[in-house]
Each structure stands twice: as structure tokens, then as C-alpha cells.
């Protein structure tokens, strides 16, 4: 019962890099999301994907891309990381209008 | 869009106490979920709870959906019930996030 799973779960970039978290999802959900939290603070939205084949813009979208691969995969890019982007990054599935389920998050420092 | 608020911000307790976070939201919801975070950042699922009453074990929470609001009763809190307790509801598709309550639980 993975529920949803994050890879990596740690990330060192360097100013400049490029990276992509994956985020994968086993319940058969519609709706994909990618969050973001700094120290002290709560989640913010970067992107979402209601369905398969969507993706739109959250809060925070600067800086960022999204391919919703298929159903179960939605991955978060990151062109030319910023030490402005170091966070925790959080992905979520739901059902559409209904319970939210949370990987366990990947931890990116940028110096 | 609508506006979630949390109160108190903090709250520190010894082990034993009870305890009741609050959360108001500016507009009619069709979702509300109740989240804890763990000292190590892991998000846990508490109650899903868009009206009426929940309990599971020392948890319980009650949402008035015509009166915009949801409490998190926690009863003989332990120190692992530490954190920070999160509300969220949902609209267009997205969970609105409030700023959460920072709990501290002394032994």
C-alpha cells in the first residue's frame, strides 16, 4: 500500500542545475499536485493536474514545469535552480473533490 | 478567494492536557481536511470531515459547514501529538491551506 511516493527524497544542487522530482501515485486519483514549504511556513501550490492531460498553474509557478506523464505520474521540473527555490516539495493525489493523500516530501537545498 | 485562518498560532501544553484548534474559512467549502506534521516534516492525514463530527481514538473534530468553521479536539495530548496541525479546503480544485497551529507538548 504505497499511496504516493516521491523520488528523491534529498537533493544538493548547485545555482544553475536542473533537476526533475518524480511523484507517483497508486489510488487511481484524477487530481496530481506539487506544493512547496519553506521553514515555518505552509504549503504552498506550484501546480496542479486535475486530469490526465491537464496542468495549471498554482500560487507559486515561477521557475517551474510539470509534465503529467499519465495518470499516475506527475513530475515537478526545475530548469536553473535558485538558492530562492531551496524548500521542502511536497506532491499529492486526491479523487477530485475529495481526500487528499501526501508523499513524504523531498527536502532540495540550491547553494 | 477564500481565507483560512487558524487560531491560536502556537499553543504549549503539558502531556495530559486537552487541547482545541480552530479553523474559520471566508466562504461555503465542499472539503475540509485536518493535517498533522510531524517534528520530521511527514504530513499525516487526520480527518476529512466537510461537516459534522469525527473521532478516532483521542482525536475528534467537528465541522459547522453553515457557520464556517471546524474544530480539532485533542484529549490527553502525549508528547508525540507534537506539531504543527494543519487545516485545508478545497477550491476550484485546490486545497486552501491555512498557516497551521504550532503545538509543543511537555512532558
Known amino acids: 500500500n504505497a499511496g504516493v511516493t516521491q523520488t528523491p527524497k534529498f537533493q544538493v544542487l548547485k545555482t544553475g542545475q536542473s533537476m526533475t522530482l518524480q511523484c507517483a501515485q497508486d489510488m487511481n486519483h484524477n487530481s496530481m499536485y506539487w506544493y512547496r514549504q519553506d521553514p515555518g511556513m505552509g504549503l504552498r501550490l506550484i501546480y496542479y493536474s486535475a486530469s490526465e492531460g491537464t496542468t495549471d498553474k498554482g500560487e507559486v509557478p515561477n521557475g517551474y514545469n510539470v509534465s503529467r506523464l499519465n495518470k499516475r505520474e506527475f513530475s515537478l521540473r526545475l530548469e536553473s535552480a535558485a538558492p530562492s527555490q531551496t524548500s521542502v516539495y511536497f506532491c499529492a493525489s486526491r479523487e477530485t473533490v475529495a481526500e487528499a493523500f501526501f508523499g513524504q516530501g523531498t527536502r532540495l537545498t540550491v547553494v | 478567494g477564500i481565507q483560512v485562518e487558524q487560531s491560536p498560532p502556537d499553543l504549549i501544553l503539558q502531556e495530559g492536557a486537552n487541547s482545541t484548534l480552530r479553523c474559520n474559512f471566508s466562504?461555503?467549502?465542499?472539503?475540509l481536511q485536518w493535517f498533522h506534521q510531524n517534528p520530521w516534516g511527514q504530513l499525516i492525514n487526520l480527518f476529512y470531515i466537510p461537516s459534522g463530527t469525527k473521532q478516532n481514538g483521542r482525536l475528534s473534530a467537528t465541522t459547522v459547514a453553515t457557520e464556517r468553521y471546524s474544530l480539532l479536539y485533542i484529549s490527553s495530548s502525549q508528547t508525540t501529538d507534537s506539531g504543527v496541525y494543519f487545516c485545508a479546503v478545497d477550491s476550484n480544485y485546490q486545497l486552501i491551506w491555512g498557516a497551521g497551529t504550532k503545538l509543543i507538548i511537555k512532558p
Open positions: 466562504d461555503s467549502v465542499n472539503n
